[in-house]
């Protein structure tokens, strides 16, 4: 199953809701696209809902690290939202559980903008 990426924005903060796999190739290059093109159009407050994504390789975890420092180097903020155990546990494993702003809660991680 390749990634699929549904887009939804609640006030000014964009949610990414993803389903599939975020692997080497195509899923990677569709994450890449999909918030390149949000922070193309100025919209730089992203939460990346995983709860959806069954697998990450080590080339879908540069990804989001590529993804969270381009953010971040543009004035936006990435957010990660409903981790699934073993992505959860890989980011613990890599040391880059304490990276990110994760949050097992929509409103939550919707709050932590304001």
């Known amino acids: 199953m390749q990634l699929e990426i549904r887009e939804r924005a609640v006030g000014d903060v964009v949610i990414l809701e993803m389903f599939g796999k975020i692997t080497i190739g195509e899923g990677s290059v569709q994450l890449r696209e999909a918030v390149s093109s949000l922070l193309d159009s100025g919209r730089n407050k992203i939460v ?13 975890i540069g990804e989001l690290v590529s993804r969270y420092t381009t953010t971040k180097n543009t004035g936006g903020r990435l957010k990660l939202l409903s981790l ?10 890599t040391k880059l559980l304490t990276v990110f702003e994760i949050y097992e809660d929509e409103q939550a991680a919707l709050d932590s903008f304001q």
């Open 48 to 60: 990346l809902n995983l709860g959806g994504v069954s697998y990450v390789d080590s080339s879908g």
């Open 84 to 93: 699934p155990k073993k992505i959860k546990d890989l980011l613990m494993i």
